[in-house]
């Protein structure tokens, strides 16, 4: 239930469902495992688990939700050699040159001849939105997978206009600015890695681990013109993060006084304890964002 990262988007205009709305057009795309001759399923579970939980999560203006995905293990190198057997069989059989339209029919046939015997893999993707704040958090480090799940709510619910925040002040600047001035904020404190980039699309990359931030190594690299593209921290005692340029928050790990403020509840009811752990972490995070924001400067509008 606790996220490990964090994509934030902003809700253009109020979400105006209610959880037991969203649940009925979620519904219309509740998983269901791949067929035989299926490559990718998505669909919605619930998200506090159990076969028969309901799909959306609601607690105190948030709604969560589930998103699994499954799909078929097929190897290219397979499918490569594959091909090549049968254009090399082709090709010598009947005595003439296989072109690239054929190659992939060809392709598409072997894919579709060996899905139904291709190991498949499982992954779940979190999600919850703020209908207060105006926030929907995504715990993918991966902006294709924090995509997938918003463009499948997108297909459920018709229209879901979201947008990336922006900022008025660089992240890449401030974190520099953090580690060059060592000013960093009061509620916030260094971690032990970063990734130090050039400027431009070609620049180095140096990327820390295990060091003091603020040693003459990593400033040298500094005074030598490469800025902070990311930046390990821990806020306020609740929880250590690294926050990347582009304001996700990766890697969470939420400080353990903070994980045990349910253990009051009882062990058998893991429904109660998993609404208490999402209200918890829900909190931390909405009061993050807001932080991060107003360090780097405000929203732009």
């Given at each position: 239930?606790?996220?490990?990262?964090?994509?934030?988007?902003?809700?253009?205009?109020?979400?105006?469902?209610?959880?037991?709305?969203?649940?009925?057009?979620?519904?219309?795309?509740?998983?269901?495992?791949?067929?035989?001759s299926q490559a990718l399923a998505l669909g919605w579970v619930p998200p506090l688990g159990g076969e028969d939980g309901e799909l959306v999560h609601a607690a105190?203006?948030?709604?969560?939700?589930?998103?699994?995905?499954?799909?078929k293990l097929l190897p290219s190198t397979?499918?490569?050699?594959?091909?090549?057997?049968?254009?090399?069989?082709?090709?010598?059989?009947?005595?003439?040159?296989?072109?690239?339209?054929?190659r992939l029919n060809l392709k598409d046939e072997i894919i579709q001849d060996c899905l139904p015997r291709a190991f498949t893999r499982s992954a779940s993707v979190y999600a919850y939105v703020d209908t207060r704040a105006n926030w929907v958090f995504v715990d993918a480090a991966s902006a294709t997978r924090a995509e997938e799940l918003l463009n499948l709510l997108r297909e459920c619910i018709g229209s879901f206009p979201v947008l990336l925040p922006q900022v008025n002040?660089?992240?890449?600047?401030?974190?520099?600015?953090?580690?060059?001035?060592?000013?960093l904020p009061q509620d916030f404190e260094l971690g032990q890695e970063c990734e130090l980039r050039e400027p431009g699309e070609e620049g180095g990359v140096v990327r820390c681990r295990g060091v003091d931030l603020l040693s003459e190594e990593v400033e040298t690299h500094l005074h030598a013109g490469k800025q902070v593209a990311r930046l390990s921290l821990g806020w306020d005692e609740r929880l250590q993060l690294v926050l990347a340029e582009d304001l996700c928050l990766r890697r969470l790990k939420f400080a353990d006084e903070l994980m045990k403020e349910n253990e009051d509840i009882a062990e058998g009811?893991?429904?109660?304890?998993?609404?208490?752990?999402?209200?918890?972490?829900?909190?931390?995070?909405?009061?993050?964002?807001?932080?991060?924001?107003?360090?780097?400067?405000?929203?732009?509008?």
């Open positions: 239930m606790w996220f490990k990262n964090i994509r934030a988007y902003r809700l253009t205009s109020p979400f105006t469902l209610t959880p037991e709305q969203l649940a009925e057009q979620l519904a219309q795309r509740a998983f269901t495992p791949c067929a035989k105190a203006g948030r709604m969560l939700v589930k998103l699994k995905r499954e799909e397979v499918v490569r050699e594959l091909l090549d057997e049968k254009v090399a069989e082709i090709e010598t059989g009947q005595a003439r040159k296989v072109y690239r339209k054929e002040s660089a992240p890449v600047a401030v974190m520099t600015g953090w580690l060059l001035h060592r000013n009811d893991e429904a109660a304890r998993m609404d208490a752990d999402f209200a918890l972490m829900a909190d931390a995070i909405g009061t993050l964002q807001e932080r991060i924001l107003t360090l780097f400067g405000g929203e732009a509008e």
